[in-house]
């Protein structure tokens, strides 16, 4: 790690910035703590009142190679100082007034103020250990700590989800879509909260990734998270693509459910939805939410009873954990968010589908893991039905033969209630049951 100690002017810092040359906003850097101008507003006055706006830390990746291929051109990365920065280029571009003034109107020279620099040439992992050591004393928490990372591929998988990166060419999962409002701030579409204030998003992704490795509600707290990027340092990085894809599954579940509601997500209803959902896909990898409408009535009912105070029904319920009992509504409320926990989760889960009834009642379909046989297995049941289709009974080929289920996988039917049938028979019978298709056969011919 080399750091070298600079000053340049602000107009300078500005020109970096408006040249490519300077990226005050990497994929490491944390999302604005606060919405609006506000904080920017301070910061230019502190400059322009003479007391300056601290030293900023930057990366020199000019000469690195592999960083170049993230950020091609790009000479310096902002470390510490990201909103400092930007506040620089928003008020040159005025985007915001201070002391009711936009840049234009004051009759200043912006290089006639000085920004203090720490330059570093350093790797990834030094950055990291670098903005945690600049932050010991400033409110960060480990969301943020951890996500300045900007090299771990768990990481990226994570931003993917949460926000759109030019780097990454990706697009944010619909869950956490943002608009702009009239006043430039940046608004959450579906959640009560500042656009992935805090990490939080992230961390959500987070758990989602954990839960899905371990097929349900798994302990998924703080140091749950971090070892699960240190796996991917030590060379065993377990979040697949069969992973990625259990987590896009999850929130594009949570989006369907979400839209038949009239307010927008909060913290605590959706973590009852996590822990539900991963008690379901613990259940039944292959669960499908077959009726949003019916799922969304059927789940906040339960969550209302269970943790709500409009109702009355369990105020005096208690529940058995660990040896002790319970108020049942203090015990939900307290457990839905305890991520680091899955025991408790588990127990909240399944009390809230034990609420919402049988699967059938709330909408979803438990389906069989295995979608069809092998051709050796469909051999032998061709050979068992006399090499004869099951439909209309005439000789039947293996090349020409596929399983046929009674009841459509996708509805829930067991892969073993079914039969060898002919492949144009599969084609044509749709929803319709084995005996339902083979009467309508009979029909069209005049037998029934």
């Not at 930007?86 to 006639?112: E, G, P, S, T």
């Not at 987590?247 to 579940?253: A, L, N, P, S, Y």
Request: glycine share 6%.
């Amino acid at each position: 790690m080399k750091v070298v100690y600079s000053q340049k002017t602000a107009n300078e810092i500005i020109q970096l910035v408006l040249t490519g040359k300077l990226n005050p906003d990497p994929i490491g850097q944390r999302p604005p703590t606060s919405q609006g101008y506000s904080k920017s507003q301070d910061i230019i006055w502190s400059m322009l009142s003479g007391v300056g706006i601290g030293m900023v830390a930057l990366r020199d990746i000019s000469e690195d190679a592999e960083m170049q291929k993230v950020y091609p051109g790009v000479h310096y990365l902002v470390i510490d100082g990201g909103h400092r920065v930007r506040a620089l280029v928003k008020f040159y571009n005025d985007k915001f007034a201070v002391q009711k003034k936009k840049f234009k109107d004051w009759d200043i020279d912006l290089n006639d103020f000085q920004v203090a620099l720490d330059i570093t040439t350093c790797t990834s992992k030094e950055a990291v250990e670098k903005f945690r050591n600049l932050n010991q004393t400033t409110p960060v928490n480990f969301m943020e700590m951890l996500m300045c990372d900007d090299q771990s591929e768990v990481c990226r998988h994570v931003r993917s989800f949460t926000r759109s990166y030019v780097e990454y060419d990706n697009k944010v999962h619909d869950l956490f879509e943002t608009a702009f409002d009239k006043t430039g701030t940046e608004k959450a579409k579906w959640f009560d909260m500042a656009p992935n204030h805090r990490r939080k998003w992230d961390e959500y992704a987070f758990i989602a990734i954990l839960k899905s490795i371990g097929g349900g509600n798994v302990d998924a707290g703080q140091s749950h998270i971090e070892d699960l990027v240190r796996q991917e340092y030590d060379g065993n990085n377990p979040v697949t693509k069969k992973v990625l894809a259990t987590v896009d599954r999850f929130f594009t579940d949570v989006l369907s459910i979400q839209s038949k509601r009239y307010k927008k997500l909060n913290t605590d209803i959706f973590a009852a939805l996590q822990l539900t959902w991963f008690e379901l896909y613990n259940l039944n990898r292959e669960f499908k939410i077959a009726d949003y409408d019916e799922f969304h009535e059927s789940f906040m009912e339960a969550y209302s009873l269970l943790t709500g105070t409009a109702d009355t029904t369990y105020n005096r319920e208690t529940i058995q954990y660990d040896g002790e009992t319970h108020f049942l509504k203090e015990f939900m409320r307290k457990n839905i968010t305890n991520f680091a926990n899955g025991s408790v989760q588990k127990v909240c889960a399944k009390r809230i589908l034990e609420e919402m009834g049988k699967p059938e009642k709330y909408g979803v379909v438990f389906r069989d893991s295995k979608r069809s046989l092998t051709t050796s297995e469909r051999e032998q049941k061709l050979a068992i039905q006399g090499f004869k289709c099951a439909i209309d009974g005439l000789p039947l080929k293996l090349e020409d033969s596929v399983w046929g289920h009674d009841t459509a996988w996708a509805q829930g039917g067991e892969l073993m209630e079914g039969a060898v049938i002919r492949k144009s028979h599969n084609i044509n019978m749709g929803q319709t049951t084995i005996e339902e298709y083979r009467m309508i056969l009979e029909l069209r011919k005049g037998k029934v």
